[in-house]
Structure formats: structure tokens, C-alpha cells
């Protein structure tokens, strides 16, 4: 009888197990990047509000399947950093629709707080841009500063690319049904172009006679200092090519069970959480 009680149980709430495995996941805190016009590899420095949603679903105590979009700017300018000469800046939207596995240190169902590591791959969309000196925005893709599209071994870089997000964080349970935390994750890129600046200055004439006078202005800015330099000649180091960029997130995390389940499964404890009592054999 004990056995036939066992099998019922879980045949007829087999649904509202699945479901009381759901969370929904709120993600808000700061974006940055690095690359060549931020060369530190964690900062606060010029970072930007992101935000973000998502679900996660539990296999075990230990391993959950998240999913999530981000929503985030990245942005950077020379002027803050050791290639002033070079006078460059830019911003750019990134939204993201990620796909990966958390795992958690301890059983997330015992702890209070519970340590994890995820990772799993992106799917990303950006497009730098910057202002000129009138404050009129331009979006430097098509102005193939680098000599992208019509210099040989350059190719015009996608604006939608894969990433591989990873990274860790800390939960606190606030109930069996809500945890808040905070989480660090990072973004491995395989583009250098995240800020439009990647290996060598094209020549001069070349850009203006192939995206016109105001790439030229867009590609080297040194012109506006006050000590002003010319345009570099062809081939001099404008970004550090081997070198891709990156971008993160660091914030605050919110979890919520989406079916708590309030009718047979409730208030049994997390030894039976699957509306069965635990000591059935």
C-alpha cells in the first residue's frame, strides 16, 4: 500500500512539482568593459546602469538552468586613460539573451546562504557610437575607421556576435520561495571591435577617399587637443588586435518562486517538498 500511495502521489502532482521548480529572476546593478580604451581589467570607472530579467528552472539542490535578457551600456574615453594623445571615446547599448547552468556550492534547499558559479553562451547585439565636437552622433561601424571593407585583411565586424558568459555570486534565502544576492559576471568575448578600436591606423587619404572627410575626423581626435598632433601614418598601433575585449556585470540579484505551491505541497518542509510524506517507503 505504502508503494501505491508513493507512485500516486507523484504521478498526480507531477506538474506542480515541475512548476514549483520555476523561479523568476531579477537582475539590476553596473556594466563595464575592457579593451583598448579601458585597459583595467575590473573598474567602477565610467560604468552604467544594467538591468535585467529572466527564469531559472531546478534540477537538483545543486544544479538550476537559468535564462535571462540584459539590458546594459558600456562606454569609455580616452581621456581617462593612458592613450590621451589618441583623444577617442565611445558608447554602445548592448542587449543580451543568454542561456546557461548555475551550481551551487552547498544544496541551495538547506542553506541559508549559498555560494554558486554559472556559465553557459550569449547571444549579443551593440553598436558603438560617439559625438563630434558639434555634439552630432555617429555610428563609427560604417565609417570603417580601421580601414574595415575596403583594406585587404580588414573585414567589416558584426554587430551581433556569441559570448561566454561566466562568473559567481552569493544567495541569501529570505523564504523557501524568495532569495535575494549578488552576483559578478563576465563576458568572453571574440571580437576586439566592442569599442571600435582593435590594430592599426589606415592611411589617411585612403579612408577619406572611401567613407569621406568626417571618418577621418572620427578615426584619430588627436586634432582637437590643445597640443594637437597630426594624423598617424599608416600602419601605426591605433588598438592592441591579439587582445579581445570584454564586459561585465556586478549587482544585486532577486529570485522568486513562481508556484509556491499552497495547496498539497505546502508547509511540508524541504524533505517533502513534493506534497509526499518524506518518510514513505
Known amino acids: 500500500m505504502k508503494y501505491i500511495f508513493s507512485s500516486l ?3 498526480a502532482l507531477s506538474f506542480p512539482v515541475n512548476a514549483q521548480n520555476l523561479h523568476l529572476n531579477l537582475f ?8 583598448d580604451l579601458q585597459d583595467k581589467a575590473f573598474t567602477f570607472s565610467q560604468a552604467h546602469f544594467a538591468g535585467g530579467a529572466g527564469v531559472s528552472y531546478d534540477l537538483s539542490d545543486h544544479v538550476s538552468l537559468r535564462s535571462g535578457v540584459t539590458f546594459a551600456t558600456v562606454s569609455a574615453n580616452d581621456k581617462y586613460g593612458r592613450n590621451s594623445f589618441r583623444n577617442l571615446n565611445f ?14 556550492i552547498t544544496p541551495i534547499e ?6 554558486y558559479v554559472f556559465a553557459g553562451i550569449a547571444l549579443y547585439h551593440f553598436n558603438p557610437y560617439t559625438r563630434d565636437t558639434a555634439g552630432t552622433k555617429y555610428f563609427l561601424n560604417p565609417l570603417s575607421t ?5 583594406v585587404a585583411g580588414k573585414n567589416y565586424y558584426n554587430l551581433t556576435q556569441f559570448a561566454i558568459p561566466f562568473g559567481a555570486g552569493v544567495k541569501f534565502s529570505l523564504s523557501d520561495n524568495v532569495n ?3 552576483e559578478l559576471g563576465l563576458r568572453k568575448l571574440f571580437t576586439d571591435y566592442l569599442d571600435d578600436v ?3 591606423y589606415v592611411d589617411e587619404t585612403l579612408l577619406l577617399n572611401n567613407r569621406g572627410p568626417k571618418a577621418v575626423e572620427l578615426a584619430y581626435r588627436g586634432g582637437e587637443l590643445k597640443n594637437a598632433s597630426p594624423y598617424p601614418a599608416e600602419g601605426t598601433v591605433r588598438g592592441s588586435a591579439p587582445h579581445k575585449d570584454w564586459y561585465y556585470f556586478t549587482g544585486v540579484t532577486a529570485s522568486f518562486r513562481l ?9 511540508l518542509g524541504k524533505h517533502s517538498k513534493y506534497g509526499c510524506p518524506a518518510n514513505v517507503q
Open 198 to 200: 582593435s590594430s592599426t
Open 146 to 150: 580601421e580601414g574595415e571593407g575596403f
Open 180 to 182: 535575494v544576492g549578488v
Open 28 to 35: 539590476a546593478g553596473t556594466s563595464n568593459y575592457q579593451g
Open 110 to 115: 538547506a542553506h541559508v546562504l549559498t555560494p
Open 9 to 11: 502521489c507523484i504521478l
Open 259 to 267: 508556484f509556491s505551491g499552497n495547496g498539497l505541497g505546502s508547509g
Open 91 to 104: 558608447t554602445s547599448a548592448i542587449t543580451e539573451v543568454n542561456l546557461g547552468a548555475e551550481y551551487y
